[in-house]
């Protein structure tokens, strides 16, 4: 533990804690299982022993992953990564009794759907698949974790017998003590995306006996008809109590959710084509309007150019007659002066002619 800071206990069980922790090495948060092995039986430790060994044999983008194990004050400590976003048990008490969009329960389930045939094709039971078992991060990307009382088959073909699971996840197989094998998690994958479409468990009793004899029967409310045909018969095949159907549903969920989401995703593409075709031609309408502004505006600025420039060559031309006239003013009174000049020279001479007589 000293790689390790202790943040918090996010929760507790029987025999130990989950504690968030810091890496001191990287300062990712990392959460650290305690198991008290010294109080367990040998066939619990046995049972903590092989959680270790389940979560060393997956690798998936989808499961929580495992990082290290060790033994410390006679504590087993598994640490595996956090997901920050808490699981899809609260993701669906917080929507406070409003449905969510199909797109995202789409979203959430083919992840699940990838990690359980992840999970299948090692040949590992998960036994315990439940909301409170689907973490998130804050992206949105599903975790599956909790492997705690999973089953590793030597073979395809062996069944566990062992009736191991949450109530309200348990399948027909389970309640009726018969043997079972991957089923099991499809039929709690189905009762996860029946809770997911309606926020609520697909069977519910006030006791055992009432809660079995409902998914024997299969006696659940139908889905909200919010959500497409689709997603009502994919939720209705995962929560067939026919094991001759159940077998073939691992298969059958994911190539069904997948082809939808595929068929989502052609539409939303050929939407967004749509919608970016007519707005690259409003685009188009609009640079045309502002290219007709700037002609009518040039034409303008032309027009105002020339009006000015013939203000000036009026004013030039007025400049110029003003200046002839005023050049004309003044040849004039120099012509005045030279004649007033001329005769009193001619009055001057002929006062010295008249002098020269007398």
């Avoid at 699981?87 to 969510?100: E, R, S, T």
Wanted: aromatic content about 6%; overall charge positive.
């Amino acid at each position: 533990m000293d790689r390790y800071i202790r943040q918090k206990v996010v929760g507790r069980g029987s025999f130990g804690a989950a504690v968030l922790v810091k890496s001191k090495v990287n300062q990712r948060l990392y959460i650290l299982k305690e198991i008290n092995i010294q109080q367990m039986s040998k066939k619990e430790k046995e049972e903590s022993i092989n959680e270790i060994r389940v979560l060393s044999k997956l690798r998936h983008p989808n499961i929580i992953a495992y990082r290290e194990s060790f033994i410390e004050r006679g504590l087993l400590c598994i640490i595996m990564d956090y997901a920050d976003g808490g699981d899809i048990y609260q993701k669906i008490q917080n929507c406070k009794g409003k449905l969510m969009d199909e797109e995202e329960i789409l979203n959430y389930f083919v992840q699940i759907c990838l990690a359980i045939k992840h999970v299948h094709d090692r040949k590992i039971l998960h036994r315990d698949l439940k909301t409170q078992n689907i973490f998130l991060t804050k992206d949105n990307i599903v975790k599956l974790g909790d492997f705690g009382i999973a089953r590793i088959l030597n073979s395809t073909l062996e069944f566990a017998k062992t009736a191991i699971g949450t109530p309200y996840y348990l399948s027909p197989e389970i309640c009726e003590n018969k043997s079972y094998s991957f089923q099991s998690d499809i039929w709690s994958l189905g009762c996860v995306l029946y809770e997911l479409t309606t926020l609520k468990h697909a069977f519910d009793s006030n006791n055992m006996k009432g809660l079995v004899m409902k998914i024997l029967k299969c006696q659940y409310p139908p889905i909200s008809s919010k959500y497409r045909i689709e997603a009502q018969l994919l939720a209705a095949k995962n929560t067939n109590n026919n094991s001759s159907n159940n077998s073939n549903n691992n298969k059958l969920s994911t190539a069904d959710i997948l082809k939808q989401k595929e068929q989502d995703k052609q539409y939303a593409l050929e939407k967004e084509q749509i919608r970016q075709q007519q707005l690259k031609t409003k685009q188009e309408q609009a640079m045309i309007q502002v290219q007709l502004a700037m002609q009518r505006r040039m034409e303008r600025i032309k027009q105002a150019h020339e009006a000015s420039e013939e203000v000036q060559m009026r004013r030039k031309q007025l400049q110029d007659v003003m200046q002839e006239d005023k050049d004309f003013n003044l040849d004039a009174d120099k012509t005045a002066v030279e004649l007033t000049v001329t005769r009193r020279k001619r009055k001057n001479n002929q006062r010295r002619s008249t002098s020269c007589i007398f």
